[in-house]
């Protein structure tokens, strides 16, 4: 063959897949070499120069020759020690088994039975039971110090164990006295918070602990739950109120009313107990934070839905407006923070009494959510349904909106009336209205069925009403105003219904509903102006007692714009006058104008020179000169 072809015999060299650490390699060189202080640069050098002329080859088989040899010295001394072990093993084992058949046989003479079970059968079958006996032999004479110093030593002894045992016991009586000192207090303060009507009961989890119910079972679940704490007992015996994820501080509901950008108002706290470290107290603490919490939740979630109603939530904060001046806000605070203000500054204490009067209310709406989920919960179940019943969320929020946006409307509506009856009392004419609040609350109307706490607050959930009403200026002519607030089922709001009995305009009516106060007060004023209208008309129309009929004939005034407030008037001279009457809640004003004809088809139109006659009456008692029908008299005058 022409070319050569190498095939290698020896195996190939894999290299490790990690290096070997540095600890490894100085501890093979050390096995291989020896110390480093032997190793030198020449016997390295020398070592290499050997490794260059050596024959692999007859290394590797001294290798291997070696390594049979070591492993062929390793077997033997292996199987040598192993048999050196069993050997020890079975002596130990034999000289064991001698030494129990030995007690047995010895113990054989007293309890040959319980003896018997421990021997092995070859002593069983060579020697009788009970052969071999031990005696005591007396010792020798001790000396008579020797006896006394025994004496001496074990009477010490007993002494001192006797005192030890003493003591333990003394120690023992104290523990003990302690011990139902402290068991005593315990449960006489147990007994004290069971007398004060609080339910104690186990732990659920814990049946060695007692627990005392402090919250309400008709709350929701997640407060219903955090509403058992345990009674816990210190080592002198008194009682500590683990309550769990209750806060420490107190916590409470705080109601600000803020008029205007600023507050006027802000609920009053509770005042703290002086016994603050009594287990009543802060049972009573626990509960009422508890109770707060609750409010605070149920009015975050209430308030949820109410955000088409202006009503708006921050982190800790509920808010919404009672009118456009007035606001009312919620939040949760610590008991020492609830009587400050948000700005101390500019507050004020205008209205205290509506934030506490609100506060209270808020709470008594909850106690009434919780009488309502017991009334639910004793009656029959609703048949099953596989769509999970939703809580519908607690009416807290909603009447005190509805109360108080109520109260701002009626306030409203009788200070409009109060100032159209002042403006027309300044021009002459005694007319007035009467009121009546919150004409909807029956108190006297009661359901036998319900507890008089039930009934009452029952009437507050209804929508409110209030009615005004009275005669206008002309003879059966009336009006009649009814406000209607809901905000729990639609129609949400405040409503006008308002009606007029006017017989000179028996098709106008007013409408249906009104939502707005502006639209109110402008049918109100409206309605106002076409009575004053057909009063002017009636005066001029009918003689008057008091005025002399020498004084000339008086024109006769017609409604040709009654809505506008307009009226004309022809003399038998052909003059033609044009009154114009404007009226608002702060004044009437009346003025009269010339007028003339501007074309053959009998159309007038008012002069550009400044009115003949005016006169205002206002609703501040200014008056003018005469009132309204004398100054309709004397325009009237030819």
Not at 47 to 65: F, G, L, V, Y
Not at 574 to 583: D, I, N, Q, S
Request: proline residues 6%; negative net charge.
């Amino acid at each position: 063959m022409s070319d050569s072809f190498s095939l290698p015999l020896r195996p190939l060299t894999e290299k490790p897949e990690r290096p070997d650490p540095l600890p490894v390699e100085i501890a093979q060189i050390n096995a291989q070499y020896g110390s480093f202080r032997e190793v030198t640069e020449d016997s390295l050098r020398a070592k290499i120069e050997a490794d260059k002329n050596k024959d692999p080859w007859a290394e590797e088989e001294s290798d291997n020759a070696s390594g049979d040899e070591d492993t062929k010295e390793r077997l033997d001394q292996l199987y040598k020690r192993r048999v050196a072990i069993i050997e020890f093993a079975n002596q130990a084992h034999a000289e064991a088994s001698f030494a129990l058949d030995f007690i047995s046989l010895l113990l054989s003479k007293h309890n040959p039975r319980q003896a018997e079970m421990s021997m092995s059968p070859y002593l069983k079958q060579n020697a009788p039971l009970g052969s071999l006996n031990a005696e005591i032999i007396n010792p020798p004479p001790k000396p008579d110090s020797a006896i006394k110093d025994t004496k001496t030593v074990s009477r010490g002894w007993r002494l001192q164990n006797f005192s030890a045992a003493a003591n333990k016991l003394l120690d023992s009586a104290n523990r003990l006295e302690t011990e139902v000192t402290s068991e005593t207090r315990y449960w006489n303060e147990v007994l004290a918070v069971k007398e004060k009507g609080w339910k104690v009961c186990r732990l659920p989890r814990e049946r060695q602990a007692l627990g005392v119910q402090y919250g309400f079972l008709e709350a929701t679940p997640i407060f219903r739950d955090r509403g058992l704490a345990a009674l816990r007992r210190t080592n002198d015996g008194s009682l500590i109120l683990d309550k769990g994820l209750v806060p420490h501080k107190m916590r409470t509901v705080r109601v600000r009313v803020k008029s205007h950008g600023r507050v006027t108002g802000c609920s009053k706290s509770q005042p703290v107990s002086d016994e603050a470290e009594s287990i009543e107290s802060r049972i009573l603490q626990a509960r009422d934070t508890l109770y707060e919490e609750e409010l605070f939740h149920e009015l975050v979630r209430e308030a949820r839905i109410l955000g088409s109603q202006g009503v708006t939530t921050r982190q800790d904060l509920v808010q919404f407006p009672v009118s456009e001046e007035q606001d009312v806000l919620l939040d949760l605070v610590d008991d020492d923070q609830a009587s400050l203000a948000e700005d101390e500054a500019v507050s004020s204490n205008e209205h205290d009494v509506v934030a506490d009067a609100l506060a209270h209310s808020i709470r008594i709406l909850l106690a009434y959510a919780h009488r309502q989920n017991l009334r639910r919960r004793t009656q029959p179940p609703p048949p099953l349904n596989p769509k999970r019943r939703q809580t519908p969320e607690y009416q807290i929020l909603r009447p005190v909106m509805a109360y108080l946006q109520h109260s701002s409307h009626v306030r409203w509506v009788e200070s409009l009336l109060k100032d159209l009856h002042q403006v027309l009392k300044t021009a002459g004419y005694a007319c007035g209205f009467t009121a009546i609040p919150f004409s909807s609350l029956s108190l006297k109307r009661a359901n036998s069925a319900l507890p008089k706490v039930e009934s009452l607050v029952q009437e507050f959930l209804l929508p409110y009403e209030s009615i005004f009403s009275g005669q206008l200026l002309t003879p059966q002519s009336s009006f009649r105003v009814k406000v209607r607030t809901n905000v729990v089922s639609p129609p949400l709001g405040t409503h006008y219904e308002i009606s007029v009995n006017i017989p000179q305009y028996p098709d106008v009516r007013p409408p249906n509903r009104i939502g707005l106060q502006e639209e109110a007060a402008f049918v109100i004023v409206h309605f106002v102006l076409l009575d004053i209208v057909t009063a002017i008309t009636q005066a001029t129309n009918t003689p008057m007692d008091g005025i002399k009929q020498e004084t000339g004939r008086l024109l006769t005034w017609e409604a040709t714009y009654p809505h506008n407030g307009e009226l004309l008037a022809l003399s038998s001279t052909g003059e033609c006058k044009k009154m114009k009457v404007r009226l608002s809640r702060s004044e009437l004003t009346v003025q009269v104008y010339s007028a003339r004809v501007t074309d053959g088809f009998g159309h007038l139109a008012v002069d550009k020179t400044p009115a003949m006659r005016s006169q205002t009456w206002k609703s501040d008692g200014t008056t003018g000169e005469s009132s309204l029908i004398d100054f309709v008299t004397e325009v009237s005058k030819e």
